[in-house]
Nanobody, 120 residues
Framework: QVQLVESGGGSVQAGGSLRLSCAAS????????MGWFRQAPGKEREWVAG???????MYADSVKGRFTVSKDNAKNTLDLQMNSLKPEDTAMYYC??????????????WGQGTQVTVSS
């Protein structure tokens, strides 16, 4: 069974940095996507960044140039380095994973989330 466990959230002032990590287990897909989503109070969940099994990375425009997604294959973790944080980055951040097929990432598995709060 696939399990995703996030860590690294917290509170930081605007302009600061945080690093989120997602520990993955039970994953056997050879072609896959792993990604980060976030959901702020009263808003819909939005995709933030992702990485495919071929190493291709993708970012939402709102975080491009500030966030970096990476995967440590030895440790089987997905990390999100967040720099130059803004108050609008405040949200619950979720790690997700799933198979990559026919040009689509199918995020079938989700972590419980970790809170990020950025104060002005």
């Amino acid at each position: 069974q696939v399990q995703l466990v996030e860590s690294g959230g917290g509170s930081v002032q605007a302009g600061g940095s945080l690093r989120l990590s997602c520990a993955a287990s039970g994953y056997t897909y050879s072609s896959y996507c792993m990604g980060w989503f976030r959901q702020a109070p009263g808003k819909e969940r939005e995709w933030v960044a992702g990485i495919r099994s071929d190493g291709n990375t993708m970012y939402a425009d709102s975080v491009k140039g500030r966030f970096t997604v990476s995967k440590d294959n030895a440790k089987n973790t997905l990390d999100l380095q967040m720099n130059s944080l803004k108050p609008e980055d405040t949200a619950m951040y979720y790690c997700a994973a799933g198979p990559y097929a026919r040009g689509y990432c199918n995020y079938n598995y989700w972590g419980q989330g970790t809170q990020v709060t950025v104060s002005s």
